[in-house]
C-alpha cells in the first residue's frame, strides 16, 4: 500500500461505544533480529511504535497493536521518518569555534569550554547571565534534570522550552479554566462522542491516526457531527458538517458567538454549572451582545452557519472539543482556548466518556517540559507564586528557598532572546530545537544568535541551521539511541528503550546533562552533588518523588511495569493503580488557592490575578468560566500589506525537516515550499498554479511557487518547514522570515498565523 498517496489507509468503520478495530502497520526494510518497544516522536499523538533492529541498526517500524492510542496505526512520518537515525550526516564528535570556524574536538574540550564560561559568568555576573532553551522532543527524565540545573544548581529563571512556541496556550487555557495544566480528555473519547469540534487543528495532517479513528468513527454506525473551525479547507473541513471559515484571527469573535446562540437556545447544563462552576453570569454578560450577525461581519462567515454550528452543539451532550495552533498561535490565543472550555463547561460535556476537552499538545514530549518545569513553571504545576509550592521544591532538594528564582514568573523564550539581543543573557544553552528555522523574524533571530557576548551552545544530532552560530556543538543520541519515558497529549505515559548505540561520539542527552553537572559541581546545601542520580531510571524516581500529591502524580509508576503493562495515563497512584482515563470525571478540580498552579491572569491583558482576588473569585476550587470580549487584531492588514499570512504544517514534514527531509519517501513527498492562495486572490493578484511569488511582509520576503486551495480569501497559508540545510543557496523560503515579533498576552506564545502581508508576482 502506497502510505505517501493514502496517509490514513483503509476504513475500519465502527460505531459509537465499539472498540477502534486493531491495524498494524509496518515499515522494515531488512529482517529485523529484535523489536524494541517505543513511541512516536514526530508529533504528539503517542503511537505505540517498535523499532525493528538488525546488526544493531534501524530497519524499520511498526504499529502496537496494544497501543490504547494507535491500535497498531502509524502515519507516513512514523513509517518513514526513523530512517534520519541512520543518516550519515550525523554529527559524531563534538564542534568548537576556533579562529571562526567549527572544527572538530574531544568531549573534554567541549565540555571545559562550555563549564568555563557558565562558571565565569556566574561569578562575575551571576545567574541572571544564563540561559536555557530546551525542546518538547527529549525525555522526561531530561527535562527534570534540566530543570533542577537551571533553577537549583545554577539558580536562573532563564529556563524555557519551544513549548512556547507550541503549547504554552494549552497550558495556559487549561489553568485558567481548571486551576492547572492537566489534559481532561482521552483518545477514547472519540469512540464515544456525538459531536467533534475541532478549532484550528488540522488533525488529518497533524495527528494522522487520531484522524484515521476520526474517520473510521465517521464512516460507522451513530457516526458523531463534524464541526470544524479554520480558514483552510482541510481534509477534517472537507468531511465537516458545518465548516467555519473564519479570517485569521477572529476566533474569539466566533466562540462569542456560538456561546451567545447556546445560551439564547437555553442549551445550559444548569446543575453541572451550578454544583462545577463559578463566573458563569460574568461570561454570559461578555457575549450577550456577541450575535451572529455581529461575528459574521467580524468573522466573514454566515451568520446561518455559526447557528447551524450552535444548534448541534446544542442537541447533544457529548461534546469533545479539540484546539490547536489555529487557536494557540493566532490572535487572542488564551482567550480562545479559555472560550473552548466554555463551551464544554456549559453543556456540561466533560470528565464523562466522549464529553471532554483535548487542549492538544503538539510535540511528543511537551507534556513533558510542562510537567517537569523545563518551560516557564516549576516542576509538577507547582505556582511560583505560591510560597509553600517553592519551599516543597527547596525540601526536596535540600537548597535554600532563596536559591530557587520566584521573584517573578520563570522568564518565557521570546524574553530569553530578547536578553541575548540586549546583552544580559550571555550563555545560551539550546537543546533540541532549531530556532535559526522556526522562531519569528529570522533576520532578527540571525542577529542574535551571532553576537559576539553570546556563547551559544547547541545540542543536536545534525549542523542545523542553529548550530552554525554555536560556539559548541553537542552530538546527542536521540530516540531509539537512549532510554527514557515521554508523556503524549491524552496523558499516555510510555517507556521508549534503546534499540542502537548513537553513532561515534555521540551521547544520549541525559548523560551530556549529567556530565555538565558533575562538572559544575553543583552542591545540595549538606554539601552533597545536587543531582543525585546517574541514569534514566533513577532520574525517573527522582522525579516520581518531586510529582507525589501533585495532579501529575507518578508515583504508581516504574520502568519494570512500563515494560510489562505498556502505556499508563497519569495521574498513576495509589488510588489509581491503572491511571486515570479522564480528570474531573468526579469533579475534582485542581483549582484551590493552595493547590491551584496559577492564582490567574486577565484574559485580555495577561496581568496576574491576585492571591486575594482568586480566593474571592473561587473559593472552593470549581472549574471557571472566563469570558473575553473580542479585541482586533493589533497586525491588521493595510494597503502595503493587504493580505494574512497563515503558516503551518505539511502531513509529510516534521517542522524544521532534521528528521523528514532526511527520509528519501518523505522529502519526495513535498520537497519544497508553496504558498496556498485562494481562487479569488489567485485571480486579484493574476496568478495561478504554479506561477512562481514573493510573499513580502514588513520583516522579509519568501520565494515560493503557487497552489491555488480553498484557503478563505485575504489568507495565503505557507509551511514553515523550508529552512536552508539542503538549500545553502536559498535565503528566501523560510516562512518565518515574514513572520512578527509579537505574543499573547497571556501565554507569551508567539503569534505565527497572523502576520501582514503582500503577494507579487515573479514568472
Ligand atoms: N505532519 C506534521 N505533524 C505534526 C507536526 C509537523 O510538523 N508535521 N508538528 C507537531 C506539532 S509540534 C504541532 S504544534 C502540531 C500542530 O498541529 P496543527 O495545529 O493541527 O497544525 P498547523 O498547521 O500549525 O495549524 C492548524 C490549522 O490552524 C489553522 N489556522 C490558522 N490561523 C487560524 C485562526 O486564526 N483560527 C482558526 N480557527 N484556525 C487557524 C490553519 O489554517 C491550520 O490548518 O502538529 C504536530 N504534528
Ligand atoms: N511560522 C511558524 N513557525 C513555527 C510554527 C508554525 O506553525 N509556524 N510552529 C511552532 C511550533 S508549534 C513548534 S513545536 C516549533 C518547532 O521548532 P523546532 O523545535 O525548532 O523544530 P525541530 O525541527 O523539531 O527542531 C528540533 C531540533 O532538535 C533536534 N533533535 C531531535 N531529536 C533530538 C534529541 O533527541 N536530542 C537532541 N539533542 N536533539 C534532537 C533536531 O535535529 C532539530 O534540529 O516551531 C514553531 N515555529
Ligand atoms: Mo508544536
Redesign the pocket.
Known amino acids: 500500500m502506497d502510505r505517501i498517496a493514502d496517509p490514513w489507509g483503509p476504513r475500519t468503520p465502527y460505531g459509537r461505544g465499539e472498540r477502534w478495530p486493531v491495524r498494524v502497520d509496518e515499515h522494515v526494510t531488512d529482517e529485523a533480529d529484535a523489536w524494541v518497544p517505543t513511541a512516536s516522536i514526530l508529533h504528539s499523538n503517542g503511537d505505540g511504535i517498535d523499532v525493528a533492529v538488525r546488526d544493531g541498526r534501524m530497519v524499520g517500524v511498526r504499529g502496537r497493536a496494544d497501543s490504547r492510542v494507535n491500535h497498531g496505526r502509524l502515519g507516513p512520518k512514523d513509517l518513514f521518518g526513523w530512517q534520519a537515525n541512520n543518516s550519515r550526516d550525523r554529527l559524531t564528535t563534538p564542534l568548537i569555534r576556533r579562529d571562526g570556524e567549527l572544527v572538530e574536538c574531544d568531549w573534554d574540550t567541549a565540555m571545559d569550554a562550555m563549564v568555563a564560561r557558565s562558571r565565569q559568568l556566574l561569578d562575575e555576573v551571576g545567574p541572571s547571565a544564563l540561559g536555557l532553551y530546551t ?4 525525555f522526561l527524565e531530561e527535562y527534570y534534570t534540566l530543570a533542577v540545573i537551571a533553577r537549583a544548581g545554577l539558580g536562573t529563571n532563564h529556563l524555557d522550552g ?1 513549548t512556547r ?2 503549547t504554552a496556550t494549552a497550558a495556559e487555557a487549561l489553568k485558567e479554566s481548571f486551576g492547572c495544566d492537566g489534559q481532561p480528555g482521552s483518545y477514547t473519547d472519540v469512540d464515544h462522542t456525538d459531536v467533534l469540534l475541532l478549532v484550528g487543528h488540522n488533525v488529518a495532517a497533524t495527528q494522522v491516526t487520531l484522524w484515521a479513528r476520526m474517520l473510521d468513527r465517521l464512516a460507522g454506525p451513530h457516526p458523531p457531527k463534524l464541526i470544524v473551525i479554520d480558514p483552510r479547507r482541510t481534509p477534517p473541513a472537507e468531511h465537516a458538517d458545518v465548516h467555519l471559515a473564519p479570517r485569521s484571527g477572529t476566533n474569539v469573535a466566533l466562540l462569542n458567538a456560538i456561546l451567545h446562540e447556546l445560551i439564547a437556545r437555553d442549551a445550559v447544563d444548569r446543575a453541572f454549572v451550578d454544583a462545577r462552576t463559578v463566573g458563569f453570569e460574568q461570561m454570559a454578560e461578555i457575549v450577550a451582545p456577541c450575535t451572529p450577525e455581529w461575528a459574521a461581519e467580524i468573522c466573514g462567515v454566515e451568520a446561518s452557519a455559526i447557528r447551524a454550528a450552535a444548534d448541534i452543539l446544542a442537541g447533544h451532550d457529548r461534546i469533545l472539543s479539540t484546539c490547536l ?1 489555529g487557536v494557540y ?1 493566532s490572535h487572542q490565543a488564551t482567550a480562545a482556548g479559555v472560550q473552548v472550555n466554555n463551551i464544554n463547561l456549559l453543556r456540561g460535556a466533560l470528565g464523562r466518556p466522549g464529553a471532554g476537552v483535548l487542549q492538544m499538545n ?2 511528543p514530549t511537551a507534556e513533558n517540559t510542562r510537567e517537569c518545569g523545563a518551560n516557564g513553571d516549576l516542576p509538577a504545576f507547582r505556582n511560583w507564586a505560591n510560597d509553600d509550592h517553592v519551599a516543597e521544591l527547596a525540601e526536596l532538594w535540600k537548597v535554600d528557598v532563596a536559591t530557587i528564582p520566584h521573584f517573578g514568573p520563570p522568564t518565557h523564550a521570546m524574553q530569553i532572546f530578547r536578553y541575548a539581543e540586549q546583552g544580559s543573557i550571555r550563555w545560551l544553552w539550546i ?5 535559526a ?2 522562531l ?1 523574524d529570522l533576520a532578527r533571530i540571525r542577529r542574535i544568535l551571532a553576537r559576539e557576548d553570546l556563547f551559544v551552545v547547541v ?4 549542523l ?1 541551521e542553529t548550530a552554525e552560530f554555536a560556539d559548541v556543538v553537542l552530538p ?1 543520541g ?2 531509539g539511541e537512549k532510554e527514557g519515558t515521554f508523556t503524549n497529549a491524552d496523558r499516555t505515559v510510555h517507556h521508549s528503550d534503546k534499540a542502537v548505540e548513537p553513532p561515534g561520539q555521540a551521547r544520549g ?1 541525559l548523560d551530556i546533562m549529567l556530565d555538565y553537572a558533575r562538572r559544575m559541581d553543583f552542591r545540595d546545601r549538606d554539601g552533597a552533588p545536587l543531582i543525585k542520580w546517574h541514569d534514566a531510571e533513577s532520574a525517573f524516581r527522582a522525579w516520581q518523588a518531586c510529582s507525589a500529591g501533585r495532579p501529575c502524580d507518578y508515583t504508581g509508576l516504574s520502568y519494570e511495569k512500563l515494560r510489562a503493562g505498556g502505556e499508563t495515563q497519569w495521574p498513576c497512584n495509589e488510588r489509581y493503580p491503572d491511571g486515570r482515563e479522564r480528570l474531573y470525571d468526579e469533579g475534582d478540580f485542581w483549582a484551590a488557592a493552595d493547590i491551584a498552579e496559577t492564582y490567574g491572569k486577565d484574559l485580555l491583558t495577561g496581568v496576574d490575578v491576585e492571591e486575594s482576588d482568586y480566593r474571592a473569585f473561587n473559593p472552593e476550587g470549581r472549574a471557571m468560566f472566563k469570558g473575553a470580549e473580542y479585541l482586533p487584531p493589533a497586525d491588521a492588514p493595510d494597503d502595503e500589506f493587504p493580505l494574512r499570512l497563515n ?3 505539511s502531513l509529510y514534514h ?3 525537516r ?2 523528514t527531509g532526511r527520509a528519501p519517501e518523505l522529502a519526495a513527498a513535498a520537497p519544497d515550499v508553496w504558498v496556498e492562495v485562494s481562487a479569488d486572490d489567485a485571480r486579484a493578484y493574476g496568478v495561478g498554479e504554479g506561477d512562481v511569488v514573493d510573499v513580502i511582509s514588513a520583516r522579509g520576503r519568501v520565494r515560493a511557487p503557487v497552489r491555488v486551495t480553498g484557503i478563505r480569501e485575504g489568507v495565503v497559508f505557507i509551511p ?1 518547514h523550508y529552512g536552508y540545510w539542503d538549500a545553502p543557496d536559498r535565503d528566501d523560503r523560510a ?2 522570515e515574514l ?1 512578527i515579533t509579537a505574543w499573547d498576552a497571556c501565554s507569551k506564545q508567539p503569534i ?1 498565523k497572523t502576520s501582514a502581508c503582500r503577494l507579487e508576482r515573479v514568472a
Open positions: 525542546s518538547g522532543q527529549l519551544n512556541l507550541c495552533q498561535q503538539g510535540q537543546t533540541a530545537t532549531n530556532p528555522v522556526s519569528p545540542q543536536d544530532l545534525f542545523t546527542a536521540t530516540w542527552d503558516t503551518g504544517r516534521f517542522h524544521t532534521t528528521k514553515f516562512a518565518n513572520t505565527f
